[in-house]
């Protein structure tokens, strides 16, 4: 995992924020599905795509990441018309990771065969749970049985790089039934892993659902046991840490999801979607209706945008790389920004040296596993 690679070349997120039906947990910026909507949202994509060409030599990339919403709710020639659109603004490498995150109830083998031919190289499935019970509480549209079929479509596909999402601490879910989840995603033989703790947002119908249903989530305890043990069983399949929230294949990390986590930059194209460049950070217009429009009159997309100071880039570099398993180097931190990283917070992480919930070893300082479930204390301490 070398971080000079994920820092030279560009990812690009392109937000799809399209879904069948919106889930009773959902607090991501989408909205439902609707044909002509979506048709001209791509024609808006492709133009902002197209504006965010530079001159003279296109900046390079290597990752595409379709995220929503429910990016698998496109066409195969949608798709292609994106990946083509990044491919004439940027240099795309040969081998660049262009990910696509699908729901299983949207997907058949015939469109996934497509998905491929289109130039997506990588799926992501948002399984959530492999239990029937559960998944129709997180009002998910798909069963157990559909999540294993679609992952069985997808490598009849082609697909030889396939993520799945699971979601644990669930409403009423005891630790033995988020296992079961566990084992049953272990086997599909993902590639790639990646864990949730279901957050229930203040105003989310579910939290309405769990007081009408009497389910609560399993206590404290239980849930750090719940993320211990899923780590220990993943692990003994083959399936390895490298971040808080991440499992894989040794080469099968997310690059994508690296050049977050290791100070990388990346564009961000669509409604609501994040980019951050050369220390400057902002987000496009949220409302897919305004950014379509903002499009077609040639306004400008960005809100909140801004310069960050050398102190929010330095704090943003020690947050996100404390999340991966390798931990941050600091003399590298120190070089990049000109700080004493442990001069400056070293009185404030040694006590977390103390606990064991850090180690620091030669220039590099990482969390222990059991640090993981801490984290945001510790990295309190950046902000
Ligand atoms: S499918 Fe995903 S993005 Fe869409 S409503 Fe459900 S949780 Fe939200």
Redesign the pocket.
């Known amino acids: 995992m070398t971080s000079r690679r994920e820092r030279e070349r560009l990812g690009l997120y392109v937000h799809i924020p399209f879904?069948?039906?919106?889930?009773n947990?959902?607090?991501?910026n989408?909205g439902l599905f609707d044909a002509e909507v979506k048709q001209r949202y791509v024609d808006a994509l492709v133009q902002e795509i197209a504006a965010a060409r530079r001159d003279g030599q296109p900046d390079a990339a290597d990752t595409i990441f379709f995220g929503?919403?429910?990016p698998s709710l496109l066409s195969a020639d949608d798709v292609q018309r994106v990946i083509d659109a990044c491919a004439a603004s940027f240099t795309l490498s040969a081998d660049t990771e262009i990910t696509l995150e699908a729901?299983p109830e949207t997907v058949t083998t015939e469109l996934l065969r497509a998905f491929r031919r289109a130039g997506v190289n990588r799926l992501s499935f948002?399984v959530q749970s492999l239990r029937d019970d559960e998944l129709k509480r997180l009002?998910?549209l798909h069963g157990a049985d559909r999540a294993r079929a679609a992952v069985a479509e997808a490598r009849a596909a082609g697909f030889d790089n396939l993520s799945i999402d699971l979601m644990m601490w669930l409403p009423g879910q005891s630790p033995a039934q988020w296992l079961e989840s566990v084992d049953g995603a272990i086997a599909l033989a993902p590639d790639h892993l990646s864990l949730y703790m279901l957050e229930v947002y203040p105003n989310a119908p579910l939290r309405d659902e769990m007081a009408r249903g009497h389910w609560s989530q399993a206590p404290d305890e239980d849930a750090e046991a719940m993320y211990l043990s899923a780590m220990e069983r993943l692990e003994a399949a083959g399936l390895f840490q490298y971040e808080i929230s991440n499992v894989a294949r040794p080469g099968r990390e997310s690059r994508h999801n690296l050049k977050y986590w290791l100070d990388g930059d990346w564009c961000g194209f669509g409604c609501g979607a994040h980019a951050t460049r050369d220390g400057v950070r902002w987000k496009n217009v949220s409302a897919t209706a305004d950014y379509i429009d903002r499009v077609a009159r040639g306004e400008s997309l960005r809100t909140d945008e801004r310069r960050l100071t050398p102190d929010e880039r330095l704090g943003d570099a020690l947050f996100t790389g404390l999340r991966l398993c390798s931990g941050l180097d600091l003399d590298e931190v120190n070089r990049r920004y000109g700080a004493d990283v442990w001069g400056r917070y070293g009185d404030e992480l040694e006590p977390f040296v103390e606990e064991g919930i850090l180690i620091r070893d030669g220039s590099r300082l990482r969390l222990t596993r059991r640090g993981m479930l801490l984290a945001n204390e510790v990295m309190a301490v950046f902000v």
């Open positions: 879904c069948s039906a919106i889930c947990y959902c607090n991501f989408r929503g919403g429910t729901n948002g009002s998910r």
